[in-house]
T-cell receptor
Framework: DAGVTQSPTHLIKTRGQQVTLRCSPK?????VSWYQQALGQGPQFIFQYYEEEERQRGNFPDRFSGHQFPNYSSELNVNALLLGDSALYLC???????????????FGPGTRLTVL | AQKITQTQPGMFVQEKEAVTLDCTYD???????LFWYKQPSSGEMIFLIYQGSYDQQNATEGRYSLNFQKARKSANLVISASQLGDSAMYFC????????????????FGQGTRLTINP
């Protein structure tokens, strides 16, 4: 049973560029959440996708956008990159049970983005 | 607003000893979930254990147990018989109350505790 996968593993970009990160959820999961983890910090919630819609969003600017596909995979796009966007980007998948279960989020290995 | 506090930036423990990692939380909602994750140097967050706010008993998963004290708003992780492979960052997280947005599952994380197991 494949877990959550993310690509690419590492990425180096320059300021002002755009980047797309990809995530495939764990088999059977329908919900994808994205988190940004700066060095030495805990992850910060960016947004969550369910049924191809953005269901909830954290305190991130509109430069951060996403998409969920019919197969539940997801992309995170960041435009006009800033030095401060350098971080580990984590994707987590879960099964939405409407509160009936723990709805545990399982994380992928992350994409480490460096902005120069 | 929800908040998770982990007051131990780093801990050093001898192999085979038990270790307790502290976590306190703040929420005004009666319904919430608490999670612990392990993050090795590779970066992946590994789910360890879950405790629901209405659960009557403390959660246990193998060598991991959660010391849940609701009145004190604390959810400490206890690792019994520590192993060298337990060396990692450990994060406590809270799930936003599920009924605020149907099925929403945003996690709020603490700053983490770096655990080092010495041989």
């Amino acid at each position: 049973d494949a877990g959550v996968t993310q690509s690419p593993t590492h990425l180096i970009k320059t300021r002002g560029q755009q980047v797309t990160l990809r995530c495939s959820p764990k088999s059977g999961h329908d919900t994808v959440s994205w988190y940004q983890q700066a060095l030495g910090q805990g992850p910060q919630f960016i947004f969550q996708y369910y049924e191809e819609e953005e269901r909830q969003r954290g305190n991130f600017p509109d430069r951060f956008s996403g998409h969920q596909f019919p197969n539940y995979s997801s992309e995170l796009n960041v435009n006009a990159l800033l030095l401060g966007d350098s971080a580990l980007y984590l994707c987590a998948s879960s099964l939405s049970t409407g509160g009936a279960g723990t709805d545990t989020q399982y994380f992928g290995p992350g994409t480490r983005l460096t902005v120069l | 607003a929800q908040k998770i506090t982990q007051t131990q930036p780093g801990m050093f423990v001898q192999e085979k000893e038990a270790v307790t990692l502290d976590c306190t939380y703040d929420t005004s909602d009666p319904s919430y979930g608490l999670f612990w994750y392990k993050q090795p140097s590779s970066g992946e967050m590994i789910f360890l254990i879950y405790q629901g706010s209405y659960d009557q008993q403390n959660a246990t998963e193998g060598r991991y147990s959660l010391n849940f004290q609701k009145a004190r708003k604390s959810a400490n992780l206890v690792i019994s018989a520590s192993q060298l492979g337990d060396s990692a960052m450990y994060f406590c997280a809270m799930r936003e109350p599920w009924y605020s947005i149907q099925g929403a599952q945003k996690l709020v994380f603490g700053q983490g505790t770096r655990l080092t197991i010495n041989p």
